[in-house]
């Protein structure tokens, strides 16, 4: 059964589905830049994109990829799909929790995230996932807002940090590369700018 917090992030993303490209063009302009583009750069063979949304990253995958995608919110899928027919872009699309992945273990090369750990109300859960469903040496990249090491960057996080969550359970003071670590994950490229809250991380299944 999903949590009432899973449920709560669900409804969330259904009332911002009608708005969040125009919202979130604004944010990638300012923070993330080419972000996306080097995320999915590193995609190979058959690929999982946990919390797909709107489909942003779409246009930035390689094209020999065989892309799944998953996302908790059903407004955000539709418009995902309509995002890949305009691009020609064949991706399997599917309602689902990144917490309880319905693929068998070891089913893909890659699995990607963009900004998607800092709303996870379990990230630890959707990381051990993200390893149980990649092949032996199969690697997650990932591109999200983290706890900056910059002490005023952070401290005006922490002011941020509560009203974000209660807003739209976006926590800014999370450490992705400590749950991959814990996960069994090998770090291979990591790269921080933005004051060091943007970071962009590359890690193989060890």
């Given amino acids: 059964m999903p949590s009432h917090e899973t449920e709560r992030i669900r409804e969330i993303y259904e009332q911002m589905a009608p708005g969040y490209d125009r919202q979130l063009g604004v944010v990638d302009r300012l923070f993330f830049g080419d972000g996306r583009a080097w995320v999915c750069s590193r995609a190979r063979g058959d690929v999982l994109e946990i919390a797909i949304g709107t489909g ?5 995958y390689p ?3 065989r892309l799944t995608g998953i996302d908790l919110s059903p407004s955000m899928l539709a418009i ?4 890949a027919a305009e691009l020609g872009r064949t991706v399997d699309l599917r309602l689902a ?3 309880h992945l319905a693929f068998d273990d070891a089913s893909f090369d890659t699995v990607i995230t963009t900004l998607a750990l800092c709303t996870i109300p379990d990230p630890a859960a959707a990381v051990f996932e993200a390893r149980r469903v990649l092949r032996p040496s199969g690697r997650l990249v990932l591109l999200d807002h983290v706890r900056s090491p910059a002490l005023p960057v952070r401290m005006f996080q922490r002011l941020l940090d509560p009203l974000l969550v209660r807003a739209c359970g976006d926590h800014l003071l999370r450490e992705p590369l400590d749950l991959l670590r814990a996960a069994g994950f090998e770090i291979e490229e990591v790269a921080r700018s933005r004051w060091g809250f943007v970071e962009r991380a590359a890690a193989r299944r060890a």
């Fill in 63 to 65: 094209p020999d990829v």
């Fill in 80 to 83: 995902a799909r309509t995002r």
């Fill in 56 to 60: 942003r990253n779409l246009p930035f």
């Fill in 97 to 99: 929790d990144a917490t």
